[in-house]
Structures are given as structure tokens and as C-alpha cells.
């Protein structure tokens, strides 16, 4: 007798076992008389607007690839999170299902102290739209004093392409420009966020001739690994390998990280962040 695991039976599985974990009462339905915990196939496939027919083949393995549209029903028949929804979506269809962009108005404590536990590393959460939302020191002693904008200006692309300062510290403006704008593009349709990007492209490219060009030429980069070196008003020239990381669970947000590229640079940065340090009071 086989033994395979397939896609189907995966899937019937986890529906089975979602519904077993539902609480009746919670929806309102009586628990008398069930031989079986949770919700009926019946009550899940009503909730679902499908024939129980066919919630009962999803089940039993013999359904066939249900549609998208029929799992979003399922997953909210069943109240599946975020996460159980794209387990869902990669036993129905073998592929996550499309991220639905919500904007952010910060990041969580957590987030916050791995931030501050990289001295004399910038490190800093952005958008898809590229927006900055969260930084730690290093950052705003090197890169920017982000506290000091208002906050529909703490936007890369604002500075890139709008702040003489931001051009003249990069080595070369032109490649650095090219790579972020790819950057964005590709940011915002990974997160779903391209409808929303719409009034922040119009406004570069009324602000910025350069960026207009470049958005029209449809070249999309990725971060891999790469240095990126500065002339940095105080410091002058300085190195830093940078990586980008995805926030789990949030497909808005990434955080790009700037490590010194030697022990000389993360020395200076740490001489000039002591520098700065506000005397005791």
C-alpha cells in the first residue's frame, strides 16, 4: 500500500483539524448533541458559501485545486490568521497567496531593542513606500537625524532625490539613485503596495526630472551584498556593508542594517557617537 503524503491530503488534513479547534458557541450554534469537536462540515462549507459537497471532497483529499477566491472563503469561514492563511494557500495551491499591504505606523518593542543592540551599526525599519519608521542611535548620528523631520519627510526617495545633502555625501549619485529606485519598485509590488505608491511617484517625478527617467525605464534591483561608502560631513569617508532583512510577518516592512566595513570605521563612528553623547545634567 503507498504511503505518499500528497498536496491533497495535506490539505484535508489541516481543514479537518482547523475545524475541530472552532468553538460552536462562538459562532453562535449549539454544542448538544456533537459527536465530534468544533464546527460541522456543514456549517463550515454555509459559512464558506460553497456546497458541502465539495467542502467534503476538499477534505477527504478528492476536491481537486480549489481557486483562490475559495480559500479566502475558507479561511474565513475557519478564522485562519495570517499565517495559517498562507499554510493554507501553499497545501491548496503551492504558492503563498497575494500579501495584502496595510500601512505602518511603527514597529514593536522587540524590534525596537534589536535596533538598539547594534552600537555602531545604522540600522533602520522602512515601508514598502520607503518610509523610515524606526531607527536606532547609530543611525541618526551617521545617516540622518530622522527625529527631526516631520514624519511625512523621513522618506528615502524624498531625500534622494530632493535634498542637495543626501546627493552629496553618496560617492556616486547616479548608481546609488538607479539601485533605489529598482529597490522601490520591486519593494512595493512584493508588499501589494503599488496602487499605493501612485501619489508618492507622481510627486518625485514632478520634484525630480532624474527620478522620472528612471521610474520610465521599469528596472527593478535587489539588495544582495553590497558596500556603500560616504562622505560623511565629520567623519569623511567611511565604509559599510549593508544587508537587507524582511520583518517575519510583515511584508511592509524591512530593515536594512549598515555594518562598518573594518574596525577602523566602527572605532570612528564609536568616537563620534561618544562625541555627541549629552553631558550629565
Same mark, same amino acid.
Request: aromatic share 8%.
Given at each position: 500500500?503507498?504511503?505518499?503524503?500528497?498536496?491533497?491530503?495535506?490539505?484535508? !488534513?489541516?481543514?479537518?483539524?482547523? *475545524?475541530?479547534?472552532?468553538?460552536?458557541? /462562538?459562532?453562535?450554534? $449549539?454544542? %448538544?448533541?456533537? =459527536? &465530534?469537536?468544533?464546527?460541522?462540515?456543514?456549517?463550515?462549507?454555509?459559512?464558506?458559501?460553497?456546497?458541502?459537497?465539495?467542502?467534503?471532497?476538499?477534505?477527504?483529499?478528492?476536491?481537486?485545486?480549489?481557486?483562490?477566491?475559495?480559500?479566502?472563503?475558507?479561511?474565513?469561514?475557519?478564522?485562519?490568521?495570517?499565517?495559517?492563511?498562507?499554510?493554507?494557500?501553499?497545501?491548496?495551491?503551492?504558492?503563498?497567496?497575494?500579501?495584502?499591504?496595510?500601512? !505602518?505606523?511603527?514597529?514593536?518593542? *522587540?524590534?525596537?531593542?534589536?535596533?538598539? /543592540?547594534?552600537?555602531? $551599526?545604522? %540600522?533602520?525599519? =522602512? &515601508?514598502?513606500?520607503?518610509?523610515?519608521?524606526?531607527?536606532?542611535?547609530?543611525?541618526?548620528?551617521?545617516?540622518?537625524?530622522?527625529?527631526?523631520?516631520?514624519?511625512?519627510?523621513?522618506?528615502?526617495?524624498?531625500?534622494?532625490?530632493?535634498?542637495?545633502?543626501?546627493?552629496?555625501?553618496?560617492?556616486?549619485?547616479?548608481?546609488?539613485?538607479?539601485?533605489?529606485?529598482?529597490?522601490?519598485?520591486?519593494?512595493?509590488?512584493?508588499?501589494?503596495?503599488? !496602487?499605493?505608491?501612485?501619489?508618492?511617484?507622481?510627486?518625485?517625478?514632478?520634484?525630480?526630472?532624474?527620478?522620472?527617467?528612471?521610474?520610465?525605464?521599469?528596472?527593478?534591483?535587489?539588495?544582495?551584498?553590497?558596500?556603500?561608502?560616504?562622505?560623511?560631513?565629520?567623519?569623511?569617508?567611511?565604509?559599510?556593508?549593508?544587508?537587507?532583512?524582511?520583518?517575519?510577518?510583515?511584508?511592509?516592512?524591512?530593515?536594512?542594517?549598515?555594518?562598518?566595513?573594518?574596525?577602523?570605521?566602527?572605532?570612528?563612528?564609536?568616537?563620534?557617537?561618544?562625541?555627541?553623547?549629552?553631558?550629565?545634567?
Amino acid at each position: 500500500m503507498s504511503t505518499s503524503i500528497t498536496n491533497e491530503s495535506l490539505l484535508g !488534513s489541516y481543514l479537518k483539524d482547523r *475545524r475541530a479547534k472552532l468553538d460552536p458557541a /462562538a459562532f453562535g450554534l $449549539s454544542g %448538544a448533541r456533537r =459527536r &465530534t469537536p468544533g464546527l460541522r462540515r456543514e456549517e463550515v462549507a454555509q459559512r464558506a458559501n460553497i456546497s458541502t459537497t465539495w467542502y467534503t471532497w476538499l477534505e477527504q483529499g478528492r476536491g481537486g485545486a480549489p481557486s483562490a477566491d475559495v480559500l479566502d472563503r475558507i479561511s474565513g469561514a475557519l478564522m485562519l490568521t495570517d499565517v495559517e492563511r498562507e499554510h493554507l494557500y501553499l497545501l491548496g495551491l503551492g504558492r503563498p497567496p497575494e500579501v495584502r499591504y496595510r500601512a !505602518s505606523d511603527g514597529i514593536t518593542p *522587540r524590534l525596537q531593542r534589536v535596533l538598539d /543592540a547594534l552600537e555602531v $551599526s545604522p %540600522a533602520v525599519v =522602512r &515601508t514598502a513606500t520607503w518610509d523610515v519608521v524606526a531607527w536606532n542611535r547609530a543611525a541618526s548620528v551617521v545617516l540622518k537625524d530622522y527625529a527631526s523631520l516631520p514624519r511625512d519627510q523621513r522618506n528615502i526617495l524624498r531625500m534622494i532625490f530632493g535634498d542637495p545633502r543626501a546627493r552629496a555625501v553618496q560617492y556616486d549619485w547616479e548608481s546609488v539613485a538607479r539601485f533605489v529606485v529598482g529597490a522601490f519598485r520591486a519593494d512595493a509590488a512584493r508588499a501589494g503596495a503599488t !496602487s499605493q505608491v501612485g501619489d508618492l511617484v507622481d510627486e518625485l517625478c514632478r520634484l525630480s526630472p532624474e527620478f522620472e527617467a528612471l521610474w520610465r525605464d521599469n528596472d527593478v534591483s535587489s539588495y544582495g551584498e553590497h558596500v556603500k561608502h560616504l562622505r560623511h560631513p565629520i567623519l569623511g569617508q567611511i565604509a559599510f556593508e549593508y544587508s537587507s532583512f524582511a520583518v517575519d510577518g510583515r511584508p511592509d516592512l524591512g530593515m536594512v542594517i549598515y555594518n562598518p566595513a573594518t574596525p577602523a570605521d566602527a572605532e570612528r563612528i564609536r568616537s563620534l557617537m561618544m562625541s555627541q553623547e549629552s553631558p550629565p545634567t
